[in-house]
């Protein structure tokens, strides 16, 4: 995913356009593998390889529990929580 696509995606949840980027693995211009974070509804939303998965919460799969699982210690500060997915940001980072 390019970076700035951000800029043109909102929330298929709330259609908030304000969203956050986490980025785990970086090839020259292009986000391999991250997070996008809805400000407004907390939640969150997979980039894999380069492809972000922003879907409604009924079309998730086990996808996100892989990811949750393979990202989590790479996410400093950020629990990513799976029903529903959303995140919490530790005290200790705000």
Known sequence: MKQWLLDILQCPICRNDKLSLKTIEVNGDEIVWGVILCDACKRWFPIINSIPHMLP???RKNEDKEFAERVSKLLEG???ELRPP???ISDDIR
Do not use: G
């Open 78 to 80: 950020i629990t990513l």
């Open 57 to 59: 919460d009924e079309f």
């Open 86 to 88: 959303r995140y919490k």
